[in-house]
């Protein structure tokens, strides 16, 4: 078992900075790929980037260049940093677990998820 549990969520201007951050626990954290996931209300849980358990990151094509996703083994943690926001990024925002290289785009490709944390964005 991983228990995963977020912070770092806020209201913010557009334009502005959050760093969000996954405290992970139970089995170690280093043999598994890492993930961000996104929900607004009404919509669907979608991908928004990745970490592999040797550190390749992949981003969805809308965050690429403004969110950087990282993982720190020691601290059994994993960050993202998420730069000029927009409103469109209001969103619940969750972390998630899969076995090394099974990581991918699909809320399916995972097997622990944290129980989010809440990002505004205001116009």
């Known amino acids: 078992q991983v228990q995963l549990v977020e912070s770092g969520g806020g209201l913010v201007q557009a334009g502005g900075s959050l760093r969000l951050s996954c405290a992970a626990s139970g089995r170690a954290f280093s043999n598994h790929d890492m993930g961000w996931f996104r929900q607004a209300p009404g919509k669907e849980r979608e991908f928004v980037a990745a970490v592999t358990w040797s550190g390749i990151v992949y981003y969805t094509n809308s965050v690429k260049g403004r969110f950087t996703i990282s993982r720190d083994s020691a601290k059994n943690t994993v960050y993202l940093q998420m730069n000029s926001l927009k409103p469109e990024d209001t969103a619940a925002y969750y972390c998630?677990?899969?076995?090394?290289?099974?990581?991918?785009?699909?809320?399916?490709?995972?097997?622990?998820w944290g129980q989010g944390t809440q990002v505004t964005v205001s116009s």
């Open positions: 998630a677990a899969a076995m090394p290289g099974r990581w991918g785009e699909s809320t399916r490709d995972y097997d622990y």
